[in-house]
């Protein structure tokens, strides 16, 4: 069996003495893509950041999470701080968290090239370029634009030529497409696709919406209250969900799905879906 580039048993997460996050399992095989589907409050976005120690003050993770080999539950930042780039990645549902709105967009990709990879100079110019030249942003204007100045969609690219800029085993990408609109969802989720392929990146993608979670993944683990209900191939449990809760997530799907295009049945292979 692959060695996991993520290991996650038995992850709590709490608040005091309420659990919102109950002992979760997964694994993300290097450049394996594994979608994490609930409703709104299900603990998808907790499971995400007790991944990489970024769970907000109050909140504690109990557990195991092995991210490249390395125990992050409990992990002080001296251990922390040297996997997040290099070896997971985070993109989040709203690109103005991750940018600075201060600081020109190409200066913004060019510190976490110079700190993780080490360049500088004509070598770091060229590395922003092509950074920014890979989520198709690669007019000059751009490397000089401030946050503000770009498009909603602009920025999500943006903050994903961040992320990647360490060149990370692994992508964490929470919601990163649903503060845009439907078009410009589509071509980020297709930037997105591609360059996880064409880096051989492991993916772990968090999503409400089942038909995007279906296009980007091939497996999935669906959460609800904070408890892992189903976990499977995401075809599989598309075709034939197991528990209730997964079930009622497939026939929405589904009712929107035919209520958008009147189409035939698109959830099964993602893109129809996800219109
Ligand atoms: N800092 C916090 N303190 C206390 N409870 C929290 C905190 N952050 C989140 N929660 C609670 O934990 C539960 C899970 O939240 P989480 O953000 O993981 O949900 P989610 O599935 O990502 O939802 P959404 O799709 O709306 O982002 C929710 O009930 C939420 O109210």
Redesign the pocket.
């Known amino acids: 069996m692959t060695e996991s580039l993520l290991s996650v048993r038995g992850l709590t ?1 709490r ?1 005091g003495d ?1 659990a ?2 109950s002992g979760i399992d997964l694994d993300v095989a290097p450049g394996g893509r594994v979608g994490l589907i ?12 007790a991944v990489t120690g970024l ?5 504690r993770a109990s557990g195991s999470v092995r991210l490249a080999g390395v125990e992050t539950v409990g992990a002080d930042e001296s251990t922390l701080r040297p996997l997040r780039g290099p070896v997971a990645g985070v993109v989040f ?1 709203e690109p103005l968290t991750a940018l600075d709105p201060l600081m020109r967009v190409g200066r913004q990709i060019a510190e976490p090239v110079r700190r993780h990879l080490g360049l500088r100079g004509s070598a770091l110019d060229d590395a922003v370029s092509a950074a920014l030249a890979e989520v198709r942003l690669d007019e000059p204007r751009f490397a000089r634009a401030f946050p503000h100045e770009l498009s909603g969609g602009q920025r999500q690219r943006v903050a994903i030529a961040i992320a990647l800029a360490a060149r990370p085993r692994l992508l964490i990408a ?2 990163p497409t649903t503060a845009l609109d439907v078009t410009v969802q589509f071509e980020v989720l297709d930037l997105l696709d591609r360059l996880v392929a064409e880096r051989g990146m492991g993916l772990l993608f ?1 999503s ?1 919406d089942l038909a995007v979670v279906s296009r980007m993944t091939d497996r999935v683990l669906v ?1 609800q ?2 408890v892992a209900v189903e976990q499977g191939d995401v075809r599989e449990i598309l075709r034939a969900p197991q528990h209730a809760y997964t079930r009622q997530l497939v026939a929405h799907a589904r009712e929107l799905d035919a209520a958008l295009d009147g189409a035939s049945g698109g959830l099964a292979n993602g893109s129809e879906g996800a219109q």
């Not at 609930?38 to 950041?49: A, D, I, N, R």
């Not at 769970?55 to 909140?59: E, I, K, S, V």
């Open positions: 997460v608040a309420a919102l996050v609930g409703e709104s409050g299900s603990g998808k976005s907790l499971t995400s950041l769970l907000p003050g109050g909140l549902q929470d919601e968090v409400h959460l209250r904070g």
